[in-house]
């Protein structure tokens, strides 16, 4: 792994890095998991207050005395911890990009 100091310690040619094929391809990944995934967060995560608000869906009883609504606010917790945790392991490979961006500006 490079460090940071021997990268920085280098003129950087932050165009040449920007129309590189690599830089544009962790560009469109990060995309492509972030706009999904920051959409399906939104839509789950406003469902419930919209759905108690203009519904009565959520109101059944699903398991015993608890309601649908309760089920589903307990899903969000999952939902949160879930995303952070793909998230993050999605994070460990755009890392690994940026390192091979960093060592391919070094070697010129």
């Given at each position: 792994m490079?460090?940071e ?16 094929s ?14 999904p ?29 608890i ?5 589903f ?30 060592r391919?500006e070094?070697?010129?």
């Open positions: 490079l460090s100091k021997n990268f920085s310690d280098k003129e950087v040619n932050y165009s040449k890095i920007a129309s590189s690599l830089f544009k391809t962790l560009l469109r990944s990060k995309k492509n998991f972030i706009l995934m920051t959409i399906f967060f939104f839509v789950f995560y406003f469902a419930l207050p919209v759905m108690t608000s203009y519904s009565t869906v959520l109101n059944t009883n699903a398991l015993g005395d309601t649908w609504a309760w089920i606010a307990f899903a969000q917790f999952v939902m949160t911890w879930a995303l952070c945790i793909f998230y993050s392991k999605k994070a460990a490979r755009f890392d690994s990009i940026v390192d091979e961006i960093k391919e070094e070697l010129g």
